[in-house]
T-cell receptor
Framework: QKEVEQDPGPLSVPEGAIVSLNCTYSNSAFQYFMWYRQYSRKGPELLMYTYSSGNKEDGRFTAQVDKSSKYISLFIRDSQPSDSATYLCAMSGTGFQKLVFGTGTRLLVSP | SAVISQKPSRDICQRGTSLTIQCQVD?????MFWYRQQPGQSLTLIATANQGSEATYESGFVIDKFPISRPNLTFSTLTVSNMSPEDSSIYLC????????????FGPGTRLLVL
């Protein structure tokens, strides 16, 4: 079993839709939870991170962590075609160095 | 934020040969990381490279197969040795950054195809 599971998609939605991206994990030692966005032929870039459980909002993006269920989510409101990319969840137990990534979910937002 | 460049951007190699990938950062950084991103697989950490010390390899990766150099605070190389088709992958370097070192900045990656 992988430490981090993520549906590879693709997930296709119309412009303006609310998008929900999710990851599950098995290692209860994970404390830091991150979402990266990766455009085609580019390296991943950090969108948001949260420490432990709870919610965090940044503009159209909201990250949620439920440690009791070992489940994290990223919500994108009013999705735009420019949001089309692969979204990677990443986690670590001690800081931001040794990251364990999900496989990524490919999101396609059509105009 | 750090700007990272990698060379080559892509290459096609014959099995049994070796390829050295270069990673250049526009600022001095303590830690650099090398990842592999195989098709349909998650981004996987190969090793952590600190300047002036031996690289630290993750489980499943060995120095003989992936020797790393870190001659200064802005540059590192990863060599993929004695390549086989299973080494076909995207290789990325990254550095830690952000106000509280809360992120890693990634290079654009090197796409490697081994025939």
């Amino acid at each position: 079993q992988k430490e981090v599971e993520q549906d590879p998609g693709p997930l296709s939605v119309p412009e303006g839709a609310i998008v929900s991206l999710n990851c599950t994990y098995s290692n209860s030692a994970f404390q830091y939870f991150m979402w990266y966005r990766q455009y085609s032929r580019k390296g991943p870039e950090l969108l948001m991170y949260t420490y432990s459980s709870g919610n965090k909002e940044d503009g159209r993006f909201t990250a949620q962590v439920d440690k009791s269920s070992k489940y994290i989510s990223l919500f994108i409101r009013d999705s735009q075609p420019s949001d089309s990319a692969t979204y990677l969840c990443a986690m670590s137990g001690t800081g931001f160095q040794k990251l364990v990534f999900g496989t990524g979910t490919r999101l396609l937002v059509s105009p | 934020s750090a700007v990272i460049s990698q060379k080559p951007s892509r290459d096609i190699c014959q099995r049994g040969t070796s390829l050295t990938i270069q990673c250049q950062v526009d600022s001095q950084v303590t830690m650099m990381f090398w990842y592999r991103q195989q098709p349909g697989q998650s981004l996987t950490l190969i090793a952590t490279a600190n300047q002036g010390s031996e690289a630290t390899y993750e489980s499943g990766f060995v120095i003989d197969k992936f020797p790393i150099s870190r001659p200064n605070l802005t540059f590192s190389t990863l060599t993929v040795s004695n390549m086989s088709p299973e080494d076909s992958s995207i290789y990325l370097c990254s550095v830690e950054g952000g106000q509280s070192q809360e992120t890693q900045y990634f290079g654009p990656g090197t796409r490697l195809l081994v025939l």
